[in-house]
């Protein structure tokens, strides 16, 4: 979506339009969701965080800064509402004695060294690598590398400074790494 | 580490080591996000240093297969959201217009039951109980709320 066709979408969402906020939401919802699918790990929850953040995204216009990307700004309300709904559902968790619901799946050390194997596999690797990866390396890798947004905008979806962004990308990514190589690929 | 991006004097020369002090300037060179003095300084250490093109080639590697994954805008269930949203966002107006015009009856109703000629006193012991009904149903709306408020398991699904 254009820049000054966002803006002027998004004046008239200030002063109540309710019809224009339609564009600016399908526009954005597919990334929405995919952040929030990746945080959550679960489609339906994904679905309703989006929703919600689309709602106290447009209760809370005034507070967005203008010269700031929309879309960066959206995420960190996205980014919000996952983490707590991730401290209520532990919370929960912790009461009910439970421990994962969905435990990583451990692959057999060794099972994946023939190439053509590992090409036909990777994807279910990587989602289980991720998957044991500390929140903030996860998160990280996830808006770096998944969402593809840019370090100036992860500094302020995560309210850190741009250093500590790349930083924490490159521990993300050596962490990443090192789950693999334990999952049984090997790198040259 | 705290220093500025392609900061000169916090980068030892290439070829000497300390490829720590490279690693943010690598994770930018390998985003497409490193310019100027800090790319040059990069790419020369990057030169001598096998360790770093090592890792950078490993990282690129990993960075292409998460991007080939198609997480970033996976199919939503249920289509898109902006139906439920709409109902989220146009409710609060269907409230205001519900609220102004109960306001507006009320007073309307008021004027109308003082200015009609029945007796003083029946006046009064009409006032008393709306008066009485309306703060017993704010009181008791006020302690629904603070409850709700207060509550340590309001987030804890049943």
Known sequence: MAVQVERELLLRCRAGDTE????IVRAYEGRLFGLALSLVRNAEDARDLVQDSFVRAFRSLDLYDPE?????????????????????????????????????????????TDQATLAAESRDLIRTALDRLDDDHRE?????DIQE??????????????????SRVYYARRSLRAELERMGVEYP | MNRTPGDPAAVPSAGTGGC??????LMRYIDGELTGDALRRLEEHLAECTECTREAAVFRSLKGELQNMGLQEPEIPGGSVWDDVNKSVARPTGWMFLIIGVVLYAVYAVYVFITSSIDLLEKLAVGFIVIGFVVLLVTVAYDRIVDYRTDPYKGVEK
């Not at chain 1, 224009?20 to 564009?23: G, L």
């Not at chain 1, 947004?149 to 790349?166: D, F, M, R, S």
Request: glycine residues 6%.
């Open chain 2, 20 to 25: 720590e002090a490279y690693r943010e300037d």
């Open chain 1, 68 to 112: 700031r990307p929309f879309v960066a700004w959206l995420m960190s309300v996205c980014r919000n509402l996952c983490i707590d709904f991730l401290r209520r559902r532990r919370y929960q968790r912790s009461l009910d004695g439970d421990e994962e619901e969905n435990p990583p799946q451990i692959t057999d050390p060794g099972a994946v």
């Open chain 1, 149 to 166: 947004l840019e370090y100036g905008e992860i500094a302020q979806i995560l309210n850190i400074p741009q250093g500590t962004v790349a």
């Open chain 1, 140 to 144: 990280v890798i996830i808006l770096k």
């Open chain 1, 20 to 23: 224009a906020y339609e564009p």
